[in-house]
Every structure is written in structure tokens, then in C-alpha cells.
């Protein structure tokens, strides 16, 4: 039995958990090969590194993050500059490879400059 989604939300939001549902199906985070997953808002990026075999966060950035949040960075730079701090924490971690999972974003916009980001910085996915 699937559960239902809310009909008073926004039709965008909707589809989005619907996607994310059929995407979460296929994508699963191993201690080798952990999961990425991205949410992003209309102001902020957030992305963590997920083993899901054990259910624990791996590594953690995001846009308001406290390290980010003295530098000056313009709208278009933040998912960079998010990936380069993901990838910092993540190689402390000896994580190279990841399953990326989009969370039911489009990979348009925001989401492909930071996984083109991440692929720039050497994590494999």
C-alpha cells in the first residue's frame, strides 16, 4: 500500500516526493559506495554523504554552514563552493565513490553545478 501525499501541498512539491519516492527505489548507499543526497531551497544547498546500511551521515555541508557563512559568495558560486566542502570532509573520510541521489530534482541548474563540481574534485559517481 503506498502512502498518500498530502492534496492541499503545492503541485511542485507533489511530484518532486513522487520522483524522490521511485529514485529512492533504485538508489541505496553501501559503506563502499555511499548515498549523496541534495536538498536544495529557494535561498540555500544542503548535501550529506549517507551509509544507508547502518543509517548514518558520513559527511555534512551546506550553504549555512558556519565556515561559509563570514565569506561573500554570490548566488551562482554557492553549489561550488558547497562540493569543494563536501569533498574536503568526504576525502578526510577516504570516501571517493558515491551514488548521487537527487532527491527528486531536476539535474538542471543548482544540482548539475554541484555535481559538476564535485566530479572536478575528483569523486567518482
Known amino acids: 500500500m503506498s502512502k ?10 507533489v511530484d518532486r516526493r513522487r520522483k524522490k519516492r521511485r529514485i529512492r ?5 553501501v559503506p563502499g559506495r555511499p548515498r549523496l543526497s541534495i536538498f536544495k531551497s529557494a535561498r540555500h544547498i544542503y548535501a550529506q554523504i549517507i551509509d544507508d546500511t547502518e543509517g548514518k551521515t558520513l559527511a555534512y555541508a551546506s ?10 559568495i554570490g548566488t551562482k558560486d554557492v553549489p561550488s ?6 569533498m574536503e570532509r568526504a576525502k578526510a573520510k577516504n570516501i571517493e565513490t558515491i ?5 527528486g ?3 538542471h541548474g543548482n544540482v548539475k553545478k ?3 563540481a564535485l566530479r572536478e574534485g575528483g569523486l567518482k559517481f
Do not use: P
Open 105 to 107: 530534482f531536476l539535474y
Open 63 to 72: 550553504s549555512v554552514d558556519k565556515s561559509l557563512s563570514k565569506k561573500k
Open 4 to 13: 498518500q501525499i498530502h492534496s492541499r501541498t503545492n503541485k511542485k512539491v
Open 114 to 116: 554541484f555535481a559538476d
Open 81 to 86: 563552493v558547497v562540493a569543494k566542502l563536501l
Open 25 to 29: 527505489g533504485t538508489v541505496f548507499g
Open 99 to 103: 551514488v548521487f541521489d537527487r532527491n
